[in-house]
């Protein structure tokens, strides 16, 4: 018995830690924050209240929830300070490649919280990733393309901040279209956090060795950065892109992603803890189809590429028997594109997602008082002990 929930031992072995924060059960296809349904906060939260939820445990008063925002909405950032470190990247760099290297030395900016013993400094350094998050994504997005930065508008929600700072120009009003930023923010929501995911768990094995917080994220987002974790919505587009330029049918590329001696894969397709449909999936899908017929994309080539892929392979055997379901990342990569989105940024926004998730994990490993350096064994296979051969006798 473990809190809510019992586990049988074999599980348990397996366990790389016990934490109090989501919940997923793979089987019933359930997913948790904080013991909310993932169901339920999408339909009623918003980004900035599941971050609260994520990082305090409880869902905030009203009180709580003005203060906590009044806390996150200072965006702004150095400005000439970070202008300089950006400018040491080529303007062709990957946004996430900048984004590693900048969280990596935001311990250097701010000196007044990276005493991980000190309960305050980490609930700062936490409160600052998530604020910084924002702006350190859609620089890293302007510097790329080369156009001058746009400060936050603290006057505007979070999605709606990242959206102006991403494709706002100081020449112009920005107007961001509520379908994008509640697009946007449910998309924050589902993406928060995941449990023990391969670049959590690097953010939490890096961090177990007392590593300032920020240099621990930095490891998560180049974790995240792979095509088999959060790079994959921007794969899911690239594939469908190149299925629509192929002209041929998509049964074509179901078949290859049958084929063993074919590395093809079908992006977006799959999980390895869901082996029944990814619960966000299920959401997320409603958010898509609104936002493609709003847009009247729906007849777009590659929307409906997509939509033919769905059918096909939730028909097809060989992903019924292996519980092959698209999950949360064939979606979101649709509905970012349809919003404009560029693809090299997808990941970027999964990672703004998942900063609070990231941070949550780290606080609540850095507070518990058992917590040791992580030291994973292994099972050694290589050669039996035998004598140094000088060179000569080689
Ligand atoms: C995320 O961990 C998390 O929680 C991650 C995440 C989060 O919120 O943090 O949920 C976010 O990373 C979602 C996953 C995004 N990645 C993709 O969409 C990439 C495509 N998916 C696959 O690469 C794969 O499904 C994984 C990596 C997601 C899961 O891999 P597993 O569980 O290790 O599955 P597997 O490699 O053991 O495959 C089992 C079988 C194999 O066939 P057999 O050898 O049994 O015959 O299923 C096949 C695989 O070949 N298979 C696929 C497939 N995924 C698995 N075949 C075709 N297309 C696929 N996408």
Redesign the pocket.
Known sequence: ELGYFTYDPGFMSTASCRSDITF?DGEKGILMYRGYPIEQLAEHSTYLETCYLLLYGELPTATELETFTRIIQKHSMPHQAIRRFYDGFRHDAHPMAIMVGVFGALSAFFHDSTDVHNPHHREIAAHRMISKMPTIAAWSYKYAIGQPFLYPDNELGYSENFLRMMFGVPTERYEPNPIFAKALDLILIL?A????????STVRLSGSSEANPFAAVSAGIAS?WG???????E??VRMLEDIVESGQKVEHFVDR??D?DDP???????????KNY?P?AKIIRKMCHELLRQMGAENQPMFEVAMELERIAMEDD??KE?K?YP????YSGLILRAMGIPLNMFTAI?ALA?IVGWNAHWCEMMQDPESRIGRPRQLYTGAAPRDYVPIEKR
């Open positions: 997923i993406h956090d995941h449990e023990q995911n391969a670049s959590t995240l095509p088999l974790h959060g790079g994959a919505n794969k899911v992603a049958k063993k093809f894969r079908l992006m977006g397709f799959g999980h390895r803890v869901y990814d966000r060989y992903f292996r092959l999950n949360v990342d064939f999964f998942r």
